[in-house]
C-alpha cells in the first residue's frame, strides 16, 4: 500500500462526500488504533469502499472483484491504496491468503458480507468475514454507510459500532460461523437504524 497516496485520496474523498452529500461520521471511536483489524459493512452503491475508508480511522486494504482491477487507471489506483483481487466464481483461496497477511501485520481488512452490491437488502451474506476473524483472531468492527439515496444526493451517514469477537476459547465451528455472521450482519443493521433515526 502506497501510504501517503492513500492518504492523499482519503482527504480529497472526504471532502468531496462532505461537499456534495454531507456525509457525516459517527462511532470512529469504536475503531481500535492499533492490531489486526476487520471492518464488516453494508454495500448499496459504488461509493460505499471509498466513503467508508475516508472516515475510518485506519487504513484499509479492500478485496475487490478481479474485473475491477482490468480498468485502465481504476485498477493500479486501486492497488496502489492497498485493494487486492478476489475471484468471485472461483476459488477465494488467494484473497483469504492475502487478507491474513495483511491482518498479520497489524493491518486492517475491510470486507462487505453480502459479497457484491445488495441494493434491496435480499442478498444473503457469506461466511467469509468470520472465518477471517477466526483464522487471525482479529475483532470485526461492524460499520454502515447510508449511500441508498446518492443519486439524489441525500446525505450519507457512516456508522461504526464496537468491536465483536469470536469465542477465542475454542475453534469455530460451522455453527460458530454463522451465527458470528448473523450476528454482525444484525449490527450493521442496528447502526443503519440508529443513523435513519
Not at 471509498?50 to 489506483?77: D, H, N, T
Not at 475491510?110 to 477466526?134: C, H, K, M, W, Y
Request: charge should be positive.
Amino acid at each position: 500500500m502506497n501510504s501517503r497516496l492513500y492518504d492523499c485520496c482519503a482527504w480529497l474523498i472526504r471532502v468531496l462526500m462532505r461537499t456534495v452529500w454531507r456525509a457525516q461520521a459517527s462511532g470512529t471511536e469504536n475503531v481500535p488504533r492499533q492490531g489486526a483489524l476487520i471492518v464488516a459493512c453494508n454495500h448499496r452503491s459504488y461509493l460505499d469502499p471509498p466513503g467508508m475508508g475516508c472516515f475510518c480511522p485506519r487504513r484499509i486494504s479492500y478485496m475487490a472483484k478481479k474485473e475491477l482491477f482490468e480498468i485502465p487507471v481504476l485498477g493500479p489506483l486501486i492497488r496502489a491504496v492497498g485493494a487486492y483481487p478476489v475471484d468471485r466464481q472461483g476459488s477465494a483461496r488467494a484473497a483469504i491468503k492475502r487478507s491474513l497477511e495483511v491482518l498479520e501485520a497489524g493491518g486492517t481488512v475491510g470486507i462487505f458480507p453480502e459479497g457484491t452490491r445488495n441494493r434491496d437488502g435480499s442478498a444473503a451474506p457469506q461466511t467469509g468475514v468470520a472465518l477471517l476473524a477466526s483464522l487471525s483472531g482479529a475483532p470485526v468492527v461492524p460499520a454502515h454507510i447510508g449511500s441508498d439515496g446518492a443519486s439524489r444526493l441525500a446525505r450519507i451517514k457512516v456508522a461504526f459500532g464496537p468491536p465483536m469477537r469470536l469465542p477465542p476459547d475454542r475453534k469455530a465451528t460451522h455453527d460458530d460461523l454463522a451465527k458470528f455472521t448473523a450476528d454482525i450482519m444484525q449490527a450493521i443493521q442496528s447502526l443503519g437504524a440508529r443513523s435513519a433515526g
